[in-house]
C-alpha cells in the first residue's frame, strides 16, 4: 500500500506570500492529483500529474518521479485560497486513488 | 450538467437502521467509486465500479454494499449502521482508461454527512 504524507500539516501565511505544499509517497505512481477541499466539503481536481510541471493561473504544480515527490505552489496567495489541499496517488489499476491526511491553509489579509 | 450528484446531504441514523445514499453522475464516467472521510485521516476507498455490471472493493467495504446497474447510478448501502460508520461520504467519478489502467481526473460529488447514533 501506498504511503502518501504532505507536509505542513497546517499553514497560516499572510496575503502575497509565496506558499509551498509537499507531498512525498513510497511506491511508484501512476499519477498524482492535487485536490482543493474548501470549508463547507467540496473537493476539486487541481491537477493531475504524472510527470513534469503544470500551471493554472497562480497555482503550479512539479512532480519529481526518481525522488517520489510533488509539490503545489501557490504566487501571490489571496484568503480565497484558504482550503485543505489533499494529495492522493493512482497506482495504474481500478482500485481508486490512495490520499494524504492533507495540508490546511489559512491566508490571513 | 449537473456532474456528480449526492443525496442526501444530511443524515442521521440510529445503529442497525439500514440506508442507502444515492450518487449519479451525467458525465458518462466509466469509474465510480465511494469514499469515507474521517477526521484526521485521509480520504479512504470503500467500493468502486468500473463501469455497468461490475464493482469491487476497496479499503474499507465491511458493512457496505454497492451494485451497478446503469452508467449513471452507483448507490451505497449500509447494511446494518453502527456508531463506527459516522463520516463524510463521497462519489466520485472519472474516465477510466482499461487498457492502460489509468484513473483520470476524478470528479467529487459534495459529500454526505452521516451521523450514526
Known amino acids: 500500500k501506498n504511503e502518501v504524507e504532505q507536509s505542513p500539516q497546517n499553514l497560516t501565511a499572510q496575503e502575497g506570500e509565496f506558499i509551498t505544499i509537499n507531498c512525498s509517497y513510497s511506491v511508484g505512481i501512476s499519477a498524482l492529483h492535487w485536490l482543493q477541499q474548501h470549508p463547507g466539503g467540496g473537493i476539486v481536481s487541481l491537477f493531475m500529474l504524472s510527470s513534469g510541471k503544470k500551471k493554472h493561473g497562480r497555482l503550479i504544480a512539479t512532480i519529481n518521479i526518481q525522488e517520489k515527490h510533488s509539490s503545489l505552489h501557490i504566487t501571490a496567495s489571496h484568503p480565497r485560497d484558504s482550503a485543505v489541499y489533499i494529495c492522493a496517488v493512482s497506482q495504474g489499476g481500478a482500485d481508486g486513488l490512495t490520499f494524504g491526511k492533507g495540508t490546511h491553509l489559512i491566508i490571513q489579509p | 450538467n449537473a456532474g456528480v450528484t449526492q443525496t442526501p446531504k444530511f443524515q442521521v441514523l440510529k445503529t442497525g437502521q439500514s440506508m442507502t445514499l444515492q450518487c449519479a453522475q451525467d458525465?458518462?464516467?466509466?469509474?465510480m467509486s465511494w469514499y469515507r472521510q474521517d477526521p484526521g485521516m485521509g480520504l479512504r476507498l470503500i467500493h468502486y465500479s468500473v463501469g455497468a455490471g461490475i464493482t469491487d472493493q476497496g479499503e474499507v467495504p465491511n458493512g457496505y454494499n454497492v451494485s451497478r446497474s446503469t452508467t449513471e447510478d452507483f448507490p451505497l448501502r449500509l447494511l446494518s449502521a453502527a456508531p463506527s460508520q459516522t463520516s463524510v461520504y463521497f462519489c466520485?467519478?472519472?474516465?477510466?482508461?482499461?487498457?492502460?489502467?489509468?484513473?483520470?481526473?476524478?470528479?467529487f460529488g459534495p459529500g454526505t454527512r452521516l451521523t450514526v447514533l
Open positions: 458525465m458518462n464516467h466509466e469509474y
Open positions: 466520485a467519478s472519472s474516465y477510466y482508461h482499461l487498457r492502460a489502467g489509468a484513473l483520470n481526473e476524478q470528479f
